[in-house]
C-alpha cells in the first residue's frame, strides 16, 4: 500500500482513501466489451463497485482492502489486460488514428520510453513526472499539465518563431539549396526578426557558441550541418511544466532533438531527486540543458471533451462517452461494455472518457440508447460535464456530504449552468477530485459547510443555490441519524 505523500497509486500499491484502497491502472492498449465488462465485475467484487476514469483517461477502482487487492491484479492479468507501468508518456487516445493529427506521436512517444528506461530513470523520478506527446488532433492534450509537452506542428507557429529547429549554432534554419534563413529573435521583442536568406559558411561561422546539447542534438559542429530539414519532416513544440496556456515555450525541433530535449529535461530532474519538477527549473537552467531560452506561456489550450462523434482516418467513426462525474456503478458499466461485444475497440480518454472505436452509422443510435441506460454523457452541452464530485457520503467515511446526489440536483435545478463554469462537490477537505482552473467549490467539513471561490465567474444566484442545496444535504442527514 502506498503511503507516501504525493504517491500515486498503482494497481500494486493502491492508495488509502476514505472509502478504502485505491487502485489506477491504465491499459496499454484499447480494451474489448468483453475486457471492460470483466473488469467492472471485478471491480463489484474486490471493491465497492465504484469505478472511475480520472482526467487524464486512467481508470480507478474504489474501495478495494489490503486482502483484495491482490484478487483485482489477477483479475486483470486473468482477462489479459495489459497495464501500462513507469513514467507516463502520455498520448491522445486516437493517436494514429485521428484523422486531423498533424503528426503521429506513437514513434516519439516510445523514444522517450526507451530512452527514460535504457538510462534508468524512472526509479529517481517523482512520481507524478510525466510528459505528454500530442499529434495535433482533435482530442488534444493542451489542458493536460505534465513537465513536458510535445506537440506536432504544421509549420512554424507564432509563438516559437525565434526558437525554431533543428539546433543550429545561430539558431538558423537549412533551406533547400544549401542557404540557410536566418532567425534570430530582435532583442526588442518576443517575435522573430525578419528573415533573410545567408549562406551555409555564414550559418556556421555566426559566432554563437555551441552548447553540448546542440551539438549532441543537431549533429553539428562549428564546420556546418550535417542534418537538413524538408518541409515533410516532423516538427515537434515543446512546453515545459503545465498545461498548454500555462507552461513555458522551448521552441519547435525536429523528432530525434524532441526526444533527446526530453530526456536531457528528465535526466534533470532525477538527477535532483523524487521532489523534482520541471515547473521549478528556471529559464537559465533551462537554457543551460537544451540550449534554449524558454519564451513565456502561450496562454491557449487546445483540447476537446470526449464526446461526440470522432472522424478516423480512412473514413471510420469513433463514438464517444463522458462518465458522469467521472464515476460509474460497475453494473451498469458492465452491461454497457457486454453490449459492445467483441468487435469494438474500447479507449479511455482524457476527461473522464470512453471511446468506441469503428462505429457505423447503423450502430451508432443503439449505442447511443446504450450509453443513456448506463447513465452516461453522449451530449458536449450536458451540464454533468461542468460538474465534478469524489466519492461522498455515504461511500466514503471522509465525506460530509452527499455529493453525486448533490450534483444531481444542481443539474435538476439549473441545467443551464453558464459556459465555462465548472462546479465542484468535495466531501472534504482533501478535494480529491478537484479540477484543474478556475473552480467553484462546496466542501463539507465536520463543522458545516463553505463555499470556496478560486477565480470562477459565479453568481449570486448560483451560491446562493448552492447554500440552499447543502443545507438540505445536511437537514437529511440530520434525519437520517435519529
Known amino acids: 500500500m502506498s503511503g507516501r505523500r504525493g504517491a500515486c497509486p498503482t494497481l500494486l500499491e493502491p492508495m488509502q482513501t476514505g472509502d478504502g484502497l485505491l487502485a489506477r491502472l491504465t491499459p496499454v492498449a484499447g480494451l474489448s466489451g468483453r475486457q471492460l465488462a470483466g473488469l467492472a465485475r471485478a471491480a463489484a ?7 472511475e476514469i480520472t482526467a487524464r483517461g486512467s481508470l480507478q477502482v474504489r474501495g478495494l482492502t489490503a486482502e483484495s487487492t491482490g484478487g483485482l491484479a489477477a483479475a486483470v492479468d486473468a482477462l489479459g489486460i495489459a497495464v501500462r507501468s513507469g513514467l507516463p508518456v502520455e498520448t491522445s487516445p486516437l493517436a494514429g488514428l485521428d ?25 529517481r523520478l517523482g512520481p507524478k513526472v510525466s510528459v505528454t506527446v500530442d499529434g495535433g488532433g482533435v482530442l488534444g492534450l493542451g489542458g493536460i499539465v ?43 521583442t518576443s517575435h522573430a526578426a525578419p528573415i533573410s536568406s545567408i549562406s551555409k559558411e555564414e550559418a556556421g561561422t555566426s559566432g554563437r557558441p555551441i552548447s553540448p546539447l546542440e551539438g549532441e542534438m543537431s549533429g553539428r559542429t562549428e564546420g556546418g550541418a550535417k542534418r537538413r530539414l524538408t518541409p515533410e519532416r516532423s516538427l515537434w513544440l515543446i512546453r515545459v511544466g503545465g498545461s498548454s496556456s500555462t ?63 470522432f472522424a478516423l482516418a480512412g473514413g471510420r467513426q469513433a463514438r464517444g462517452f463522458a462518465l458522469a462525474y ?7 458499466l ?4 457486454e453490449n459492445i461485444g467483441e468487435t469494438r475497440e474500447i479507449r479511455l480518454a482524457p476527461g473522464r472518457g470512453l471511446l468506441i472505436l469503428g462505429v457505423s452509422d447503423e450502430e451508432d443510435e443503439a449505442l447511443l440508447a446504450g450509453a443513456a441506460q448506463a447513465g452516461l454523457v453522449a451530449d458536449g452541452a450536458d451540464p454533468r460535464l461542468a460538474i465534478a464530485a469524489c466519492a ?36 472534504c477537505a482533501k478535494q480529491c477530485a478537484r479540477p484543474a482552473g478556475p473552480v467553484v467549490t462546496l466542501l463539507g467539513g465536520a463543522d458545516g459547510h463553505r463555499i470556496v471561490n478560486d477565480g470562477a465567474p459565479v453568481s449570486r444566484d448560483l451560491e446562493a443555490l448552492l447554500e440552499e442545496l447543502a443545507d438540505e444535504d445536511h437537514a437529511s442527514m440530520q434525519g437520517q441519524m435519529r
Open 392 to 427: 461522498g457520503r455515504p461511500a466514503c467515511a471522509s465525506a460530509h456530504l452527499a455529493t453525486k446526489r448533490l450534483a444531481d440536483r444542481l443539474v435538476a435545478r439549473r441545467p443551464d449552468l453558464p459556459p465555462g463554469l465548472h462546479v465542484h462537490f468535495s466531501g
Open 146 to 188: 505534465a513537465d513536458v509537452k510535445l506537440e506536432a506542428v504544421d509549420g512554424i507557429s507564432e509563438e516559437a518563431a525565434p526558437y525554431v529547429a533543428p539546433l543550429c549554432p545561430a539558431g538558423h534554419l537549412p533551406l533547400e539549396g544549401g542557404d540557410w534563413l536566418a532567425s534570430e529573435p530582435s532583442p526588442n
Open 99 to 123: 484523422g486531423e493529427e498533424v503528426g503521429d506521436p506513437r514513434e516519439l512517444a516510445c523514444a522517450i520510453r526507451e530512452g527514460v528506461e535504457a538510462q534508468g530513470l524512472m526509479e
Open 334 to 337: 458492465a452491461r454497457f461494455a
Open 45 to 51: 467484487r474486490f471493491g465497492n463497485g465504484i469505478v
Open 326 to 332: 467521472g464515476q460509474i456503478d460497475s453494473g451498469a
Open 247 to 309: 507552461a513555458r515555450v522551448l521552441g519547435q525541433f525536429t523528432e530525434p532533438d524532441a526526444a533527446k530535449a526530453a530526456i536531457r529535461i528528465l535526466q534533470t530532474l532525477a538527477a535532483r531527486g523524487p521532489a523534482a519538477r520541471a515547473r521549478d527549473l528556471s529559464d537559465a537552467e533551462l537554457a543551460a540543458i537544451t540550449g534554449r531560452e524558454p519564451s513565456p506561456a502561450a496562454g491557449r489550450t487546445a483540447s476537446c471533451l470526449p464526446v461526440g462523434r
